[in-house]
Every structure is written in C-alpha cells, then in structure tokens.
C-alpha cells in the first residue's frame, strides 16, 4: 500500500539531511513541497530528480484532493519550508486527510529547531511548552503569555523580526524579566544565541532582522502564599513595560488570588513611591 512520508529536511545547513531522508526523496513517486524553490536547492545539492508539487497554506483543496489521489499508486513525501512537516506548517491537513482515507504516514526523523533551540538554550530541558508562532494581535499575544505564566517548564515559541520587540515586551509585562534565549538563524551564515533577562534581550535586539526561536525559562514551583513585596515588585515591572493601570491590575489579582480593590491601592502606591 502506498505510503505518506514526512521528512525532515534542513533547517539551514543544507548539509543536516539525513541518509534516510535523501533515500527516500530519490524513491518516491512525488515530493509534496511547502515551499518548492527551497526544495528545488536541496534537491540540485544532492542530484534528486523526483518530481514535485506545491502544497502550501494558500492550496486549494482540489491541491489536497491532487495528490491524496497520487497515493492510490504512488508513495508520496511531504516537505515542510524547513525541519518536519506538520508541525506549525500546512502539512498538518494532508496528514489527517490521510490518516482518515486509511493510508500509512511514515516519519522520517531529522532537524528541528524547536529542538537545537532548547538543547542551546542553557534552561531546563525536563519539560518545555512549545507555543508555535506567537498570536500577531497585542491582544492575543498577551493574553496566549498570560495563559502560560504559571507554566512550570521551558515555553518556546516563534516570532517574526519585525514582531520580536513587541513580542518581549509582552513577555517581560506578562512573565516579569525571566531568563530566556534567542535563538537567530539556526544552522545558517548569521547563527547567534543570546541568553539574559528579558530586558537585556529588548536592549541587544533594537533592529532584529533574521528568524528567531524564543526560549522562555518557566515559572518553576510557584510560592504557596506571595508576599507583599512579591505583588509590589510584579506591579513595578508593569508599570515599567507601559501597561494600562486597569489591565495590570487585573492582571495582577488573577495572579495572585488577590481582591481588584487591594491592588489598585498597592498600584497607587507604586506610582506614587
């Protein structure tokens, strides 16, 4: 019966393709490709003549239909624009679409950013939270942070450059200035990771460009009882990242179980002090 791979290829260093993964792009039938002009490089780099068609976010479903029909004859590999497909990519619908018609999906193991992010991080790698490409609204975002500001493992997530300082600085208003890593260009020419706080990240990327992977140290074991100097401290952190008086105080009563009315007075002495 034919087959669906998912294949991981490079996610920069066109030299990180497995032995396996170059296999089977050269056997099979069709290459299903996110992005076919990246695939068309791996592919001249390593001499592979198979076929392929794009399949993209913007693809019709006639374009699913196309080559779900391929795999009535043909075993067929799915590529992501870069690491393994169906993760954060359009990938994900063609694989349910076949899981659903009864046909094989083979994972073809290989690079993932998620993964070299982390393990370069220097942050707990025992458990971490993978939140994808952050919302692109403030509201959104903010609100997704908030979600996951009692998370005890690592949280990694993706950010475009032109989003990035806007995305920190919802991450040091929702998160407080937390240990993290930026991870830039992974694999390629312009490979950097920084490690700081927050706030020293916001300082050294004042004109991010490339693409980055945000690692995001947890909230650990979270204190049975704050004090008041704990909510003091997270309301100047606010006050400092330029939030609203009534959003942060919300903010600040889910956090800490506390009543609206104590934290605005505590709000009101922070600015006053």
């Known amino acids: 019966m034919p087959i669906l791979y998912l294949v991981a290829t490079p996610i920069g260093n066109l030299e990180d393709i497995t032995l396996r993964a170059l296999r089977i792009l050269g056997e099979v039938g069709l290459v299903a490709a996110e992005d076919t002009r990246k695939t068309r490089r791996l592919f001249a780099r390593y001499d592979i003549k198979t076929p392929l068609t794009s399949y993209h976010e913007y693809s019709t479903e006639a374009v699913l239909q196309h080559i779900l029909d391929k795999l009535k004859d043909m075993d067929v590999a799915l590529v992501s624009e870069a690491g393994m497909p169906g993760i954060s990519d359009p990938g994900y619908a063609l694989v349910v679409a076949a899981i659903q018609r009864g046909i094989p999906v083979v994972p073809i193991p290989g690079p993932s950013v998620v993964l070299a992010a982390l393990a370069v991080s220097g942050l707990s790698t025992n458990r971490f939270l993978y939140l994808g490409f952050l919302p692109r609204r403030p509201s959104d975002r903010r609100q997704t942070l908030q979600s996951v500001a009692k998370e005890p493992g690592t949280i990694l997530a993706f950010e475009s450059p032109h989003r990035l300082r806007a995305a920190l600085s919802d991450i040091f208003a929702t998160l407080g200035d937390r240990r993290m890593a930026v991870c830039r260009e992974m694999t390629k020419m312009h490979e950097e ?63 800490f179980g506390l009543p609206h009315r104590e934290v605005y007075r505590m709000w009101l002495e922070a600015k006053a002090g």
């Open 193 to 255: 990771v920084f490690r700081g706080v927050v706030s020293a990240v916001l300082e050294r990327f004042s004109a991010p460009r490339g693409e980055f992977t945000l690692v995001i140290e947890g909230a650990g074991e979270q204190p049975a009882s704050p004090t008041s100097n704990d909510v003091r401290t997270r309301l100047r952190q606010l006050q400092a990242s330029g939030l609203p008086a009534r959003e942060a105080v919300s903010r600040i009563a889910r956090e």
